[in-house]
């Protein structure tokens, strides 16, 4: 059932230098990606009457501004 690919141990290594460009040109692209995301919720929750929706944008931004944090975490 799959589980000869979990026996199997992982090594990790260094990055490389053109792994470490690319690893930051995809923390880039993560950034702001939820940086859209957070301008389309901050948008819909100032235009919204509903209370459930606006919870749910407030959570939508919190977890959008935990995730900036953690990227910028990883790329310093």
Same mark, same amino acid.
């Given at each position: 059932?799959?589980?000869?690919?979990?026996?199997?141990? @992982? /090594?990790?290594?260094? #990055? /490389?230098? *053109?792994?470490?460009?690319?690893? @930051?040109?995809?923390?880039?692209?993560?950034?702001? #990606?939820?940086?859209?995301?957070?301008?389309? *919720?901050?948008?819909?929750?100032?235009?919204?009457?509903? /209370?459930?929706?606006?919870? @749910?944008?407030?959570?939508?931004?919190?977890?959008? *501004?935990? /995730?900036?944090?953690?990227?910028?975490?990883? @790329?310093?």
């Amino acid at each position: 059932m799959g589980m000869a690919s979990l026996s199997q141990p @992982q /090594t990790y290594t260094e #990055a /490389t230098p *053109a792994k470490s460009c690319t690893n @930051q040109n995809a923390i880039s692209i993560a950034v702001q #990606a939820v940086n859209d995301k957070m301008m389309w *919720a901050s948008e819909a929750l100032s235009m919204s009457h509903s /209370t459930g929706e606006c919870v @749910q944008l407030c959570e939508l931004l919190k977890t959008c *501004a935990e /995730t900036l944090r953690a990227l910028q975490d990883i @790329q310093h």
